[in-house]
């Protein structure tokens, strides 16, 4: 097989005492969905931390494109175009929609001066593509919606040319309409060669739109599967139980 | 949950005030400002907004004011600071010393020599700027909280001062020194004008250029009509304000002592008059500068950023521990730059200098619409706190209230003013 986009070898992390994540091993490659499925606590979101740079792990190693990598904060993570949308959408309340995308990437002027009229001509570019109804560019995202909100953040991920993204939850707050627009919007940077690591809570979900399937419980790896080879009640088996469905194991 | 609610709004149907883009909380305030003068003004008989009282009005808020302006940050980030009164003592004492004792006797400059004064503020300076590099540290990466480290501060600093002068009045200090004393320093009619007409031209560039940048992009900038109100408004008041500062005219025995002390004989009729302070000119740097920090630096836009959500700009790669430092060690700047202004103005360095400043400071920024919560808070706003503050508080004076019932009314004021400002917000639906 072809080398894999990201590799998490081995990766443990524990917060006093407790083993949050415990020797995971988890891999993603160019164009590919992979969902991360489990209980709250299951460490996905943990797991996940240690790649956007935001938890240091306590042992285990990241490749990127073969290569190791050392992510000690999420600059480090931006600067292998690793992006995370966020579950809490990590967005400055009191900022606008172009002072958040562009949130310690400023445009500058020649001056050294952030250039908020380039950063809000750009915004309104990436927003016209994601979400044409979004006018809101001089208000607080405060003011925004649950929705608005959710494309500013998915906004960020995507215009910074990402070639991993992380999205923890992207559909948690969001009604059905929306929930449509995010599942086109992955489908639509799958075919761009994305890849993509989506943490999920819903089974149907992920079993529309990953390809592979890693499921967590209690901070270890239950199993990686072939979405295609399993059904919802195996990955239902694996996420309550711990219960490895047959043979089906990806290699 | 759709977005269909949220479509662009016709031009046509905003009201001539949405269309100016103002600032309604600091429109109010403006508006709180100006009632309040006028009122202790017809109390008084025309005495509150003369000439005289509107120059001695704006020398005494510099010190302040200055301090406020670092004191946005710090509430901005979430901080607070407590030991602003106390640090401005320290600073004070550090310079006295300075410009008394140590250059004089070490270096040999004497007092009033051209190199006294600049030397001794930058020594001020480095030592407001360190020792608030050192409170946003022990906040920042040893997790302390603010309101502890500058209490400690507090009781510190003031002491520290106490012993860098064993508790003695320090007494006069270099002439150079003093020009930032009001008063002692002012740029006189001629310059005054001047400097007011480059700001207004400088005002006017600014406005214009924004807009520019603005069509540059393609989306809407405001009207033509309330552009050119917003420019005729700046300028009126630039101009306004150096017209009120430029009528006060110095004292006729005043004058004439100025001449003899220069050999000269003061010509029969001779008049002139103070013109714009040094302080108040340093006083306006500093404002400027603080804004274009908030509002067009990477700096200013973390600070606000993190404010906002401490746990997003980490995300987003903002070093906020560092991030901390810098706030402080700017406000310890400031307080080192007000340390200037008020021990000039008292011509001494006094153990008691810049007692309960801590609370002018932060009761300024908090009435100029600077949210503890943070996230939220203008340079301009927490000015115009300082300066509702020693409105209120000379107002009352010169109508007679007692000084007991004088701080009953502005600690009430305080209150009240956020108060307001919450349940305007409220009503705004803004956070």
Known sequence: MATPLVEMRDMSISFGGIKAVDHVTVDLHPGEVVGLLGHNGAGKSTLIKMLSGAYQPDGGEIFINGEKATITNPRDARTYNIETIYQTLALADNLDAASNLFLGRELVSPLGLVDDAAMEAETRQIMGRLNPNFQKFSAPVSALSGGQRQSVAIARAVYFNARILIMDEPTAALGPHETQMVSELIHQLKAEGIGIFLIDHDVHQVMELCDRASVMKNGRLVGTVNVKDVTDDDLLGMIILGKHPHESEAA | ?????????????????????????????????????????????????????????????????????????????????????????????????????????????????????????????????????????????????????????????????????????????????????????????????????????????????????????????????????????????????????????????????????????????????????????????????????????????????????????????????????????LMGALTALSAVVASSRLANHTNDIGTLDELRVIAAAVIGGTALAGGVGTIFGAILGALIMQSLQSGMAMVGVDAPYQNIVVGAVLVIAVWIDIVYRKRAGIN
């Open chain 2, 1 to 329: 949950m759709t977005d269909t609610d949220i479509r662009p709004v016709p031009v046509s149907r905003k009201n001539p005030i949405q269309q100016l883009e103002l600032d309604m909380r600091l429109l109010g305030m403006v508006g709180a400002f100006l009632v309040l003068c006028v009122g202790f003004d017809l109390i008084t008989d025309g005495r509150f907004l003369t000439p005289r009282n509107i120059f001695n009005l704006t020398i005494q808020t510099v010190s302040v004011a200055i301090m406020a302006c670092g004191m946005v940050f710090v509430i901005v980030t979430r901080h607070i600071d407590l030991s602003v009164g106390a640090l401005l003592a320290t600073c004070s004492a550090v310079m006295a010393m300075t410009q008394t004792a140590i250059l004089p006797e070490m270096l040999g400059l004497g007092l009033n020599h051209p190199l006294t004064a600049p030397v001794t503020i930058l020594v001020g300076l480095l030592t407001g700027t360190l020792i608030g590099a050192f409170h946003g540290w022990m906040v920042g990466y040893l997790m302390i909280p603010a309101f502890i480290v500058t209490l400690g501060g507090l009781l510190v600093w003031r002491n520290v001062g106490w012993f860098l002068t064993d508790g003695q009045t320090i007494g006069p200090l270099d002439q150079n020194f003093m020009i930032f004393g009001g008063i002692n320093g002012t740029l006189g009619p001629t310059l005054s004008w001047i400097l007011g007409g480059l700001a207004a031209v400088a005002a006017v560039i600014l406005q214009w250029n924004g807009r520019r940048a603005k069509e540059k992009h393609g989306f809407s900038a405001k009207p033509m009509w309330a552009e050119l109100t917003l420019s005729g408004i700046m300028v009126t008041t630039i101009m306004g304000f150096i017209w009120i500062l430029n009528s006060y005219e110095i004292p006729t025995a005043r004058l004439r002592r100025m001449f003899e002390a220069r050999g000269e004989v003061m010509p029969e009729g001779f008049t002139d008059t103070y013109g714009l302070p040094i302080s108040v000119l340093l006083l306006i740097a500093v404002a400027i500068a603080m804004t274009i920090i908030a509002k067009r630096t990477r700096l200013g836009r973390y600070i606000f950023a993190t404010g906002g959500n401490p746990d997003a700009a980490e995300l987003s790669g903002i070093n906020t521990r560092l991030l901390t430092v810098k706030v402080f060690a």
